[in-house]
C-alpha cells in the first residue's frame, strides 16, 4: 500500500513533539487545529514546509522550552520569493524567519547557516548545485 503525502508530513509530528514537551495533551483535534496556528503552510507535504509562524516560535521557546538557534541574516540580503522557496526546500527542521533573523531548531541546520554566514542566497544555490550534481551522478 502506498502511503499517502498526508501520513509523510512532519508537522503533525513536530507539533505532537511540542505539546509532550510542554505537558499538554497531543490528541488529534488538537494537532489538527494548532497545524494552521503554528505553521505558515498548512499543506501537507513530503519535503519542507516547517516554517513556524510567530504563534508557534513563541509557544517552542516559553512553553516547551525547546531550544532554537539564531543566525543573523546579512545586511545586504533581500528576503524574496526564490529565497523563501530555498528555505521552505532546504530547511530541514522547523525555522522562523524575523527581519534580520532565521531560528532554527536543529543544531546541524544552525552550523550549516553559520558556516554560509546567514547567507541565506549561497547556501540555496549550494544546495541546489549539490543536489543536481547527485542527479546526474546517479543517472550516469
Not at 497545524?35 to 504563534?55: A, E, N, Y
Not at 522557496?85 to 536543529?106: M, S
Request: charged share 30%; proline share 4%.
Amino acid at each position: 500500500m502506498k502511503k499517502s503525502i498526508e501520513s509523510l508530513d512532519r508537522k503533525d509530528s513536530y507539533t505532537r513533539v511540542f505539546l509532550k514537551a510542554a505537558d499538554k495533551n497531543p490528541d488529534p483535534e488538537t494537532i489538527k487545529r494548532l497545524r494552521s496556528i503554528w505553521w505558515f503552510s498548512t499543506r501537507p507535504k513530503s519535503v519542507g514546509g516547517l516554517r513556524l509562524t510567530d504563534q508557534g516560535l513563541e509557544f517552542v521557546e516559553v512553553q516547551a522550552d525547546i531550544k532554537t538557534y539564531a543566525i543573523e541574516l546579512p545586511r545586504e540580503l533581500t528576503i524574496g520569493p526564490q529565497i523563501l522557496i530555498w528555505l521552505d526546500q532546504f530547511i530541514d527542521c522547523p525555522w522562523h524567519l524575523e527581519k534580520r533573523t532565521i531560528k532554527v531548531l536543529a543544531e546541524r541546520t544552525a552550523f550549516e547557516l553559520y558556516m554560509f554566514s546567514g547567507d541565506i542566497k549561497k547556501l540555496g544555490i549550494a544546495k541546489t548545485l549539490s543536489k543536481h550534481l547527485n542527479q546526474e551522478s546517479s543517472t550516469s
